[in-house]
């Protein structure tokens, strides 16, 4: 930023130099015979109006208000839809434009054209979106056009700002990193979007055989697990009430025999289970995987299924999943993972909100578009589907997701289940949580670098059958780990920013700033805001606890960023496995070591907000960035020294308080019925009712009126022995 011009100007809120007042106010030249609209429009009223836009759609989007639309549903003409959406966009927008005019005193023609442009996207959008209610529509537009707008007034204002090469180039490469964050945080509010505001499916609903019951062959993989744990997930899958299915327990590396032992002497001559130790073995998981599949999987097995050392299954988990076979067409099935004793603990109940969010947005959404993941436990792989890709890929430590990218690709559909089997335990430590996440970082950043050109709309190979919407949903959900590390160099960059304005350098680096920051801060808030929303919407969960499950997603911020860069930078990766135990050497030592460089930079972005409150003219929407950003880095020694202190509790211990704090609440919930309050009610239900003898009474009540539930019928249909890929079959067929 040229501290001498530009920052001073913009950073501090006083009026632009003279090389940047053509953007301001509708002073574009008329040559170009566009008349008087172009001549009174301007972008920095569409960038602000967008804003203002934007706001509204969001405070709708949150309010019981995102519900409106769905009445006008009943008349089944899209024509009627559109019409009825494009009068809410036009409301919204006229409402847009008269705020911004009184708000920022600007020209009122000029603010209208840039409703009418809103406007018409709002349109377009909503032809493309007919799934949405009225205002998802409408929300959805507002954040698509922000986004494009920012970009395009950024690239503006850096093209007049810019002196130099070297300061147009650091600006384009900052406008790309912005439009890097606009794709990815637009993919998060599509999710809200599908999860808050979703009319109607776009994808008929599963059809179920319950007399389909083929051979079912479940896969637990095993490395150092405790061995209780392991014999207690064991027994849980030995009580699932299925006629026909097996248990293949293969433990792999796994050196010392008192841990894998004990497992071994429980399985032997137990009906259903095999154990299979190995070591060594190449491959971790997948490699363990492939040798069950391959070598000690019975021959009558159709389907495989893959279950985590500590998950305690439901008995009826296969009845209720397999039947959804009978679909000739689908390749896997993944049902929703939960948690058990996090009870009493607020910490590891953040946790467990905090994974949940993925299952209730992401997950449902894509399962519209027949783009769900595999996610390594409690899912069912159709085994022809699994071997004629070529089974688990050792390469990638994210070898679930792979493989059901795999078939996907080959033709095969995905389906997602809703419904809880099996509930797991939360990573007792925060460093076992980074582990966590920095696996599923790398391992995305494997399958974008395996998978990017079949994932490219211009991939027409005859083997890739991915639509364009799987295309997609598998992308951005690789892309979207960038999230943090873009995060990471905003950071630096507000250091950066921050060491210029007070060291009074004239460099330009920056092309935006002031009330022009309002849009690009909004995006990051409002999608981050919605994502918590949604949360709140699906488990019914209070707004402390929401705030507490940001605090843990974002305290892995750090963590990300960094396995983005060494997914990129290395080809291969190292299983780290997620301890399923604590540690109880050097524990406070440890939690601070484990969050270290994020502290340190908290601490840096802290020191610069004081130094440039401490300035002269301090800018004050500078100082909230950087204080976001440092509350944002912050999140991970809080986390960290927060699971020092849930970990000290045993989980009797938790249950124990669970269960008095459900005690306390119901005694504080329960009404204090004293001799006041009884005269005072009867006094008050006197004086209403002599007040309504006095009106008037009704001449005849009316009958009280009850709702006849509605049971859907599950269509059922024949079972199909045929497992031959859907490609082979259309292929055949055409012959």
Known sequence: ?????????????????????????????????????????????????????LILSTILILSPARSLGTRFRWTGSRVTEVLVAAAGVA??????????????????????????????????????????????????????????????????????????????LTSSLLILLDLAAFLVWSSNVNYVSDVLCRTRHSRPPPVAD???????????????????LLIETIKAVERIDYPDFEIVVIDNNTSDRSVYGPVEDYCRDRERVRFVHVAPWPGYKAGACNLALRRYTDPRAEIIGLIDADDIVQAHYLRETVSYFSDPRLGFVQSFEGNRDFEGSAY????????????????????????????????LFRRSALENVGGWNEWCISEDTEASLRVLKAGWSGLYVPRCFGRGIVPPTYAGLNTQRHRWCFGAMQILRLHWKSLMPWDRSPDNHLSSSQRRDYLMACLSWFRDLLMAAFSLLLL??????????????????????????????????????????????SRRKALLALVISLSASWITARGCVEGMARREGVFLRTAKTGSETHRLRK??????????????????????????????????????????????????????????????????????QRAREAHRARPRFTVVRAASTLFAAMVVGAAFAAVGAPDQLQPGTTLDHLRSKTPVSTPVQSVRPPTQRKAEDGL
């Open 496 to 541: 950066v920013i921050t060491g210029l304005l007070l060291s009074g350098s004239n460099f330009a680096l920056m092309p935006l700033a002031g009330d022009k920051t309002l849009l690009p801060m909004s995006l990051i808030i409002i999608a981050t805001i919605c994502m918590m929303w949604a949360l709140r919407h699906w488990k019914s969960i």
């Open 210 to 228: 319950p007399n389909y019951l083929p051979m079912v062959s479940l896969h637990i993989p095993a490395y150092n697990e405790p061995p209780e």
């Open 1 to 53: 930023m040229r501290v001498g011009s530009l920052a001073g100007d913009f950073l501090l809120g006083l009026p632009p130099v003279e090389r940047l007042e053509w953007l301001h106010f509708g002073s574009w030249p008329t040559t170009w015979g566009w008349g008087q609209v172009l001549h009174a429009f301007n972008l920095y009223d569409l960038f602000i109006v967008c804003f203002v836009q």
């Open 591 to 660: 939690a601070l070591w484990v969050s270290r460089w994020e502290s340190v930079l908290a601490i840096a972005l802290a020191v610069s907000a004081v130094l440039l409150l401490l300035n002269a003219r301090p800018p004050i929407l500078l100082i909230a960035i950087v204080s976001l950003q440092c509350a944002v880095y912050l999140c991970a020694p809080i986390a960290s020294l927060w699971n020092l202190r849930a970990e000290r509790v045993p989980k009797s211990e938790f249950r124990r308080r669970f269960a008095d």
């Open 91 to 168: 409301a919204i927008s006229a409402l847009a434009c008269f705020l911004t005019a009184e708000l920022w005193n600007l020209p009122a023609f000029g603010l209208e054209t840039a409703a009418y442009l809103l406007a018409i996207f709002s349109i377009v959008v909503i032809i493309l979106r007919p799934d949405f209610t009225v205002v998802g529509q409408v929300f959805y537009a507002s954040y698509a056009a922000a986004g494009l707008t920012f970009l395009a007034f950024a690239a503006l204002v850096a093209t007049a700002a810019a002196s130099s090469i070297f300061e147009v």
């Open 348 to 379: 590891y109940t953040a946790c467990v909100d905090s994974y949940q969010g993925f299952y209730m947005a992401a997950m449902s959404s894509r399962n519209e578009r027949d783009s769900v993941p595999f996610v390594g436990t409690m899912g």
